[in-house]
C-alpha cells in the first residue's frame, strides 16, 4: 500500500512509520515498504533503514546541502520530488512510505530554505498541486496519515531527544502544527487518517494506526491480517 505521512517535525512521523512497516512486516507478511524520508534539508539522502555507502551523505556533504545558495537547494529538492512521484500506473502490490514529500517542502522551503514563495501563487504550492494530480491519477489509493501532538510534547521531545539537524524553531510550534492541518484539510487526497500521538507510547500509537488503516488494506492484505490473527 501506499503511505504518505505528515506532521510537524518531532510529531512523530519517521517513528511511526518506521514502526508501521514493522507491524505490516509482522502481520500480513510484507517484506516491508519502500522507504522515503529525505525531505528535511540537508537530510535530502537515504532509505533508511536498508541504507548502504552510496545513499548516505557524510557530516561534511551535509554542510555542503546546508551552505547551499536556495537556487541550488530548491533545484535539488524539486528532482528529488519528481523522482520519487509516480510516473505512471502502480503495480499492484507495489508498497511504498513517504514521509514529509510536498508537505515538507510546501511548508518548510519558504520559511526555513529560503525558496518556494507564499500564498496560493508561490513556487512550491504549484508544485505540490501538481504532484497531488499525478498521485491522485496513478497512486489512487494512497493514504495520507497527519501525524500531531501538543506543542508541549514536541518542547519535551526537543529537549529530551534533540535531532541531529533540526527545523523548526521551538517559537514556531503552534504555527508549523497549524500549516500541516491546514494543509491536511486542503489536500485533495480521497484517504485520509489522523493521529494524535501526545499522550500514547509509539507501541500504543501503530496499534490505533494499524486499526485506522485496516479499511483501507486489499482484499488479499485482510486476508493475510485475518489469518495471522487467527494463529
Sequence with gaps: MQLLFIGCEYSGTTTLSRKLDEWLVENIGDQGMGYHDHWKIPE????????????ILTEEEEQQVYKA?????ELLMRYALYY???????????????????FDELIYAPRYYGYGGEGELGDRRIEANKIETILSKYAPDLVLILVTCSPETI?????????RNEVVPEQDIPLILDRFQEEFNKSKMKNKISIDTTSDTIDQSVKKLAKKIEPY????DRLKLLLNQLK
Design 44 to 55: 535530502i539522502s537515504g532509505h533508511p533503514p536498508h541504507e548502504t555507502s552510496v545513499t
Design 69 to 73: 545558495s536556495p537556487v541550488v537547494k
Design 84 to 102: 520519487h512521484s509516480p510516473q505512471g500506473p502502480q503495480p499492484i502490490g507495489t508498497g511504498s512510505a513517504r514521509v514529509g514529500y510536498y
Design 155 to 163: 518542547i519535551h521531545r526537543k529537549k529530551t531527544n534533540p535531532h
Design 217 to 220: 488494506l486489499s482484499h488479499d
